[in-house]
Structures are given as C-alpha cells and as structure tokens.
C-alpha cells in the first residue's frame, strides 16, 4: 500500500510569529492523524520555530528547496546537513518556481536529489508541464523527459524514499485545477514510467497532485487511483483550507 501525502509549500510567506501561530493551529486540529502523512514546508527561516512546535506531534517537516552541495562559497545557499542538523526530513526539489525563475534544469534537479538522498532528506520531485505545452499535446513527452532527467541514475531501493509531484504550471497559483480525470492520466503515465525504468516499486511511489487544490475540490483528485496526496500551495497558508484538504482524504 502506498501512502497518502499532503505537503504544505508555504512559498515565501510567513514570518517566524505567523509560522507559529499557523502551525500551532495545525497541532491542536491534525497534529495526531497518521492517514495521510502531513508535512508542512516553511520558508528556511521558519523550520527551527515550526520544528519545536511540531515535537511530538505526526506533522513531518519539509524545506522547500536546498542546494547540491555540503558545505562552501555558496553564498546565500542551504545544504542538506544544515536542513538536517533541524530535524527537517523531507525537501521539495525541482518545483515549477524554482525551474522558472532560478533557471533550475533537470541536470540540477537530479544533482539535488542524489544528495538528498545520500544526506538522508526525503526528496519531492516536481514535474509540470506549461499551457502551450499541454495544448500542443505535449505533455506526456514535458512529463516523461522531467521524469527520466530528475530522476537520472537512481534505482529501485532511491526510488523507495522519493515522492513525485505532479503539477501542471498551468493550475499553480492560478485557481485553475486540473479535473480529476485529466489529473489521472498523467499519474497513471507517470507510474507507467516509472514501472518501465524501477520496476514493481513503482506501485509503492506516492504521486502527489498540485495546482490549486483546495478544501471543496480536494476530495475528487485524492479519489482517482493514481492520485496519492496533494503538493498544496495557498491553501497551506490557510488553517481551515488546510485542514479541510487533510481531513477528505
Ligand atoms: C505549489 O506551489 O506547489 C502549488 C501547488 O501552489 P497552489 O496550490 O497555490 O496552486
């Protein structure tokens, strides 16, 4: 059985007294649900104040990003160890933002994820395709060729700590979510893929769907069988939403 992931990407929102007020609410109202595994992702800043309130609880910490080395004249970057000396376990990698506006390739993505890995951080990798790519009927090969470059040199037994996002850039932010069934189709490729280069494990992969998932259109997506959680963006800043999201699984 594969598990159901909901994952908050906070983004670049929330100062430490709002992180604390936000997951303290998180605490009282799901700190205890262990179907789905809940991990919230707060801006770097933020994961020491998040990390104590969340001792104790079942929520998982995540980062949002981290850079593909250990330690030296990385001005401004984050390594694993430093996410990890945190308590942080799990860090989204690759996401549409990041490729977009810091000119982040599959090569790096997957330089990332094999540190990760070898660090001891449980990665998210995010595929996504654009507009003009999905309308041109491209998007299985956006998709496939994210896939097989982000997750470049790996095996089964990496597969196994890995969780994949899909989120089509076209619904971030944008209050355009896929439909269920237009969602299930890429997971199901996505799986298919993933069968054809690691073999059975595939089954295992939590596949989590982001793009404008809310409270009221989160239950139809985590129903399609190949949709096993959510990569929930603005509606992570929000108790309720969030909370909501959570609870229909
Ligand atoms: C995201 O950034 O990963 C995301 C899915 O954002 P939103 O839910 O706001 O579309």
């Given at each position: 059985?594969?598990k ?12 430490n ?26 801006p ?20 949002q990003n ?21 308590g942080?376990?799990?860090?989204i ?72 996002a ?15 069934e ?8 996505i ?20 793009g404008s ?7 139809g ?6 949709i ?7 509606a ?14």
């Amino acid at each position: 059985m594969r598990k159901m992931i909901i994952a908050g990407n906070w983004k670049m929102n929330m100062t430490n007294s709002e992180s604390s007020e936000l997951v303290k609410s998180l605490v009282e109202q799901i700190g205890q649900v262990e179907n789905p595994l809940v991990i919230v992702c707060p801006p770097y800043t933020a994961l020491s104040v998040v990390k104590k309130l969340l001792d104790g609880s079942n929520i998982f910490l995540g980062a949002q990003n981290m850079y593909a080395e250990q330690s030296g004249a990385y001005t401004g970057e984050i390594s694993p160890s430093m996410l990890l000396t945190i308590g942080t376990t799990y860090v989204i990698l690759g996401h549409s933002e990041r490729r977009e506006y810091f000119s982040e390739t599959d090569r790096m993505v997957s330089a990332k994820v094999k540190l990760a890995l070898e660090s001891g951080l449980l990665p998210i990798v995010c595929v996504g395709e654009k507009l003009d790519e999905r309308e041109s009927g491209k998007t299985e090969d956006v998709i496939g060729s994210q896939i097989d470059g982000s997750l470049a040199d790996l095996d089964a037994d990496d597969m196994k700590k890995i969780i994949v996002a899909y989120e089509p850039i076209w619904a971030i932010g944008t209050g355009k979510t896929a439909t269920p069934e237009m969602a299930q189709e890429v997971h199901s490729f996505i799986r298919g893929r993933l069968k054809d280069r690691f073999g059975d494990i595939a089954d295992e992969v939590t596949i989590q769907y982001g793009g404008s998932v809310k409270g009221d259109n989160a239950a139809g997506l985590l129903s399609q069988p190949d949709i096993d959680g959510a990569l929930v963006g603005g509606a992570s800043l929000k108790v309720d939403q969030f909370v909501k999201i959570v609870n229909s699984v």
